[in-house]
C-alpha cells in the first residue's frame, strides 16, 4: 500500500520557521519524484518545491527560492521541507505527493504540476501569523 505521511506543520509567527517532514512507503522510492504543494483557502494547488530521488535535482517556485529548502534521506524515504522566513502568505494546507520521473527527469513534473503527481498524501496546515 501507497501512503506519503506529512508532519510537521503547526502555527508559527511570521519570520520563524518549521521543518515539514514526508515519510513515503509502498512504492520504489528513487524512481520517483517527490513534491511539496499547498493549498490556501479559495485558492488552487500550486507546486511550490520538488526534489528527484534519483539524481537528487530540486527545483523551487519563485515565492519561496531562498527561503525554503528540500532535502532527501533516500535511506529513510523521507523528504524535507526547510522553511524559513515564514509569511502570513505562506499559510496552506501542504501536501506531499509522488510523482514517477522519466527520461526526462525532473522538469516534465515540475511542469504539470498538481496533475502529473501520482500518490499524494493527506496534507498537513501551516498557519503563518503576522
Known amino acids: 500500500e501507497v501512503q506519503l505521511v506529512e508532519s510537521g506543520g503547526g502555527l508559527v509567527q511570521a519570520g520563524g520557521s518549521l521543518r515539514l517532514s514526508c515519510a513515503a512507503s509502498?512504492?520504489?522510492?528513487?524512481?520517483?519524484?517527490i513534491g511539496w504543494f499547498r493549498q490556501a483557502p479559495g485558492k488552487e494547488r500550486e507546486g511550490v518545491s520538488f526534489?528527484?530521488?534519483?539524481?537528487?535535482?530540486?527545483n523551487y517556485a519563485d515565492s519561496v527560492k531562498g527561503r525554503f529548502t528540500i532535502s532527501s534521506d533516500n535511506a529513510k524515504n523521507t523528504v524535507y521541507l526547510q522553511m524559513n522566513s515564514l509569511k502570513p502568505e505562506d499559510t496552506a494546507v501542504y501536501y506531499c505527493?509522488?510523482?514517477?520521473?522519466?527520461?526526462?527527469?525532473?522538469?516534465?513534473?515540475?511542469?504539470?504540476?498538481?496533475?502529473?503527481?501520482?500518490?499524494w498524501g493527506k496534507g498537513t496546515l501551516v498557519t503563518v501569523s503576522s
Open positions: 505527493a509522488a510523482g514517477l520521473l522519466g527520461y526526462y527527469g525532473l522538469g516534465p513534473l515540475v511542469f504539470s504540476g498538481p496533475d502529473g503527481m501520482d500518490y
Open positions: 509502498g512504492f520504489t522510492f528513487d524512481a520517483y519524484a
Open positions: 526534489i528527484s530521488s534519483s539524481d537528487g535535482s530540486t
